[in-house]
């Protein structure tokens, strides 16, 4: 019997993530006063980028839900 591929982007407990565009990048940086190296790092072999088919140097937004802000925002760097 084949078994289905399930997405692990619709599982419960996965916050939404989204490959962020140039201008958007700019704006993150520009309101930190930062550099793209200087943003939180996450591997290209997380299971969560490969599925988004996210690239080395990409900026990925993820949005993740909180008791206490309700909404919460964090970045990350895609590294190899």
């Known amino acids: 019997m084949k078994k289905e591929k399930v ?3 619709e599982h419960g407990l996965v916050p939404k ?3 962020m565009g140039a201008e958007e990048i700019k704006e993150l940086l520009d309101k930190y006063k930062i550099k ?4 939180p ?5 997380d299971p969560v980028i490969k ?3 996210a690239d080395a140097g ?3 937004k993820i949005r993740r ?3 206490t802000a309700g909404k ?5 760097l895609v590294i190899e």
């Open 58 to 60: 990409d900026v990925v």
């Open 7 to 9: 997405s692990i982007l």
């Open 72 to 76: 919460a925002l964090f970045y990350r």
């Open 17 to 19: 993530h989204e490959i």
């Open 41 to 45: 790092k996450i591997k290209l072999s």
């Open 36 to 39: 793209r190296e200087q943003l």
């Open 65 to 67: 839900q909180s008791r």
């Open 51 to 53: 599925e988004i088919k």
